[in-house]
Structures are given as C-alpha cells and as structure tokens.
C-alpha cells in the first residue's frame, strides 16, 4: 500500500512522523513517498524528500518571492504522485501548497484518495473555504474538537482524532524544577520568523535583565541552520554571556524555564501542556499584517486564546511588540505567584478540551479504514 504525504513545516513533520509510525505497526507492508522533513524521511527512505529549510516560509511577500519555488516543487509533487501511484495522498496542514495541490489532484487523479491531517485554520480566516474544500477531499482529520462540527456541516466527512501533541510531549516529561532566574525563547521554527521576532526578544529580555539582574535565558532553535542563524544574533549582543542555544529541545527548556516569550504557533500549545508562563510576541512583513488583519474571522493569533475565546495569554503583535511592554508583562509573571498560578489554570482547562493521547494512532486506523 502506497501512501504520498506533504507536510512543510517542523510541526507538520513531527506530527507525520508518529502518524508514519502507527501506519506502519498496523500495516507494516505501507510505502511512504513524498515530502517533509528529517523525521519524516528518517521513516521513509530515499524516496522522500527533505524540504523544510525550504518549504517553511511566511508572510505574504516571503510567499510572493519564492513563488518560482514553489511552482517548480507544485509540478514536481505532481510528477511523484503519478509516478507512485499511490492509494492515497495525506496532506498535513500547509494550506497554502496543499489546497492547491488537493484541488488539482481531484480533477487529475479521482480515483486517489485526499485525506487532509491537521485541518488548516480557514475557520479564523476564511469560512467559505470550508465547502469548497468538502468538494475536493475525501476525509479530514482535525485536533481541534469543534473543527470537526463545522466541516461537517459543510458535508465533509470528518473525525476529530485529538492533537497528536498530547501523545509526544507525555513522553518528553523530565520532572525538572523551574529555575527562577530562567526565561525561554522560542522565537520561531522559520529563517524568517527568528530575524523578525529574536531581536525584539533580545531587546525585551535586556529590560528584564535591569529590573533582574540575575536573568538568564535559553533559546529554543527548531534546528541546526536557525541555531547557527541564532548565534549569530548572539554574538553581535551584549547579552552573549546571559544565555544559551539549545537545538530540538523546546520541551525541555519550557520545562526549565520559568516564563517564556514564545512566537504564535503550535509551541504555544506546548507551552500551556508544560504549564510554562508566557507572552506571546510576534511579526510579519506589514503588508502580510495587514491582509492578515483583513482576512482574520478571530481577535487572537494564540491558540490557547482562541481555545478559551478570551485573552489569557499577552499577545504583542507587530507594532506593539515593543520590548519595554513585553518585559513588563514577563516582569508580572516572574514576580506574581497569583497571576503565575492563574495562567496555569487556564492552560489546564485549554489542554484538557484536546482529547487524551493516540491521535496518531486513531488517525492511521481513519486512514486505513478510507483505504
């Protein structure tokens, strides 16, 4: 049984990697190809391609420059899923090359089968999307519980299967103390996110370090090329002595941290699943703010606010992210058990809405029963 997956990003590629590894314990004959990233073709063999460094941008202009790009890797997926031939095309978030490709595949290739994994956020920017997607995929998988009411009100079958984060970061649980001195920075897991967000970061946490002197801080780097990117900002700060890199073990620092300034994205959910105090800080080119701000259907960019439909966790968007009120906020966190003991409630009652671990399993025996 051959499968194709496409997932562009680092979430995207962990979350593929479990589900490739619950395919394959319950069949084991399956045949992966595609693209992702490390742990995905890690799974898959030399078939698969390792595209992340590549695949992982944002913004409107970011999309615009690359557009060569991606048109050229748009044609070469098309290329791969005809030489394959596989019984289905499993699609893992990355809406902006994987709606495109499920819409062209239903009219190239009917008989495949398109399953969507992780269902793109067109709830929080573009409803209409909905029943134009229930005509061009077979089944959606979504980790979010009221995802799955919507979509199928469209007349899209789907299955909430629960967030695949539950089931990986129970196993990451290390039982360390927090150090009271210690902030975490997870400044993004793409090129572009970490030149826009690390500096103001920087910034931030220099406020912090006047107000207390004994701070120190980790940075969370997605991988080796942003660790490397990382320390370059480093080494041109006055702060090079306060802090350290650490590479592929954000779990690990938001369980020793005892804040965080984190960018928008799913590390915001792991935070609340660690419990770890945060702001959320984050910015884009302005002319991908501002279509974000026209397109945008929720007043939260945080999932955990958009969870509890009220703000739980500071965001610092764009032009507010100045670091004097970013270190205020952080200040309050590090300083205020009440406040400190609050957000952590509510993170509680956040994770506790995501359902209890095997997603990755429920979602390979979905796909298997489509097959």
Same mark, same amino acid.
């Given at each position: 049984?051959?499968?194709?997956?496409?997932?562009?990003?680092?979430?995207?590629?962990?979350?593929?990697?479990?589900?490739?590894?619950?395919?394959?314990?319950?069949?084991?004959?399956?045949?992966?190809?595609?693209?992702?990233?490390? =742990?995905?073709?890690?799974?898959?063999?030399?078939?698969?391609?390792?595209?992340?460094?590549?695949?992982?941008?944002?913004?409107?202009?970011?999309?615009?420059?690359?557009?060569?790009?991606?048109?050229?890797?748009?044609?070469?997926? #098309?290329?791969?899923?005809?030489?394959?031939?596989?019984?289905? %095309?499993? @699609?893992?978030?990355?809406?902006?090359?994987? @709606?495109?490709?499920?819409?062209? #595949?239903? %009219?190239?290739?009917?008989?495949?089968?398109?399953?969507?994994?992780?269902? /793109? =956020?067109?709830?929080?920017?573009?409803?209409?999307?909905?029943?134009?997607?229930?005509?061009?995929?077979?089944?959606?998988?979504?980790?979010?519980?009221?995802?799955?009411?919507?979509?199928?009100?469209?007349?899209?079958?789907?299955?909430?299967?629960? +967030? !695949?984060?539950?089931?990986?970061?129970?196993?990451?649980?290390?039982?360390?103390?927090?150090?009271?001195? *210690?902030?975490?920075?997870?400044?993004?897991?793409?090129?572009?996110?970490?030149? $826009?967000?690390?500096?103001?970061? #920087?910034?931030?946490?220099?406020?912090?370090?006047?107000?207390?002197?004994?701070?120190?801080?980790?940075?969370?780097?997605?991988?080796?090329?942003?660790?490397?990117?990382?320390?370059?900002?480093?080494?041109?700060? !006055?702060?090079?002595?306060?802090?350290?890199?650490?590479?592929?073990?954000?779990?690990?620092?938001? =369980?020793?941290?005892?804040?965080?300034?984190?960018?928008?994205?799913?590390?915001?959910?792991?935070?609340?699943?660690?419990?770890? /105090?945060?702001?959320?800080?984050?910015?884009?080119?302005?002319?991908?703010?501002?279509?974000?701000?026209?397109?945008?259907?929720?007043?939260?960019?945080?999932?955990?606010?958009?969870?509890?439909?009220?703000?739980?966790?500071?965001?610092?968007? =764009? +032009?507010?992210?100045?670091? $004097?009120?970013?270190?205020?906020?952080?200040?309050?966190?590090?300083?205020?058990?009440?406040?400190?003991?609050?957000?952590? *409630?509510?993170?509680?009652?956040?994770?506790?809405? *995501?359902?209890?671990?095997?997603?990755?399993?429920?979602?390979?025996?979905?796909?298997?029963?489509? @097959?």
């Amino acid at each position: 049984m051959k499968i194709y997956f496409v997932a562009g990003e680092a979430s995207g590629d962990e979350h593929g990697a479990a589900l490739m590894h619950s395919l394959r314990d319950l069949a084991p004959d399956c045949e992966f190809f595609g693209r992702g990233g490390p =742990q995905m073709k890690a799974i898959a063999g030399r078939a698969f391609t390792n595209w992340i460094d590549d695949a992982a941008v944002v913004g409107l202009w970011e999309v615009v420059k690359h557009y060569g790009y991606f048109r050229e890797q748009f044609a070469k997926a #098309l290329e791969e899923i005809d030489g394959s031939r596989p019984a289905a %095309v499993v @699609l893992i978030d990355y809406p902006g090359f994987n @709606l495109r490709l499920a819409r062209t #595949l239903r %009219v190239r290739s009917p008989q495949i089968k398109i399953i969507y994994y992780i269902s /793109p =956020q067109v709830w929080a920017w573009n409803r209409g999307r909905i029943r134009q997607m229930a005509r061009y995929l077979d089944l959606m998988l979504c980790i979010f519980p009221f995802e799955a009411e919507l979509y199928n009100l469209s007349g899209l079958r789907t299955i909430f299967v629960g +967030h !695949p984060m539950i089931e990986t970061l129970a196993k990451r649980r290390t039982g360390e103390g927090r150090d009271p001195n *210690l902030i975490g920075l997870f400044p993004g897991s793409r090129s572009r996110e970490v030149r $826009k967000i690390f500096p103001v970061m #920087l910034k931030a946490v220099a406020e912090i370090i006047a107000h207390r002197s004994e701070t120190r801080f980790e940075v969370a780097a997605a991988s080796e090329t942003l660790a490397r990117e990382i320390k370059s900002f480093l080494a041109r700060s !006055p702060l090079r002595e306060r802090g350290r890199v650490v590479t592929s073990d954000s779990s690990g620092t938001m =369980q020793r941290a005892f804040s965080g300034l984190i960018a928008s994205g799913t590390a915001t959910l792991e935070a609340a699943y660690f419990r770890l /105090p945060f702001v959320l800080v984050y910015k884009v080119s302005w002319p991908t703010y501002l279509a974000a701000r026209l397109l945008m259907r929720t007043p939260f960019l945080g999932m955990p606010n958009v969870l509890a439909g009220r703000e739980i966790v500071p965001e610092f968007l =764009q +032009h507010e992210a100045r670091p $004097k009120a970013i270190a205020e906020s952080v200040l309050r966190l590090m300083n205020d058990p009440a406040v400190r003991s609050r957000m952590a *409630l509510e993170f509680d009652a956040i994770i506790g809405k *995501l359902g209890e671990t095997g997603a990755s399993a429920k979602a390979a025996k979905a796909i298997l029963a489509e @097959l």
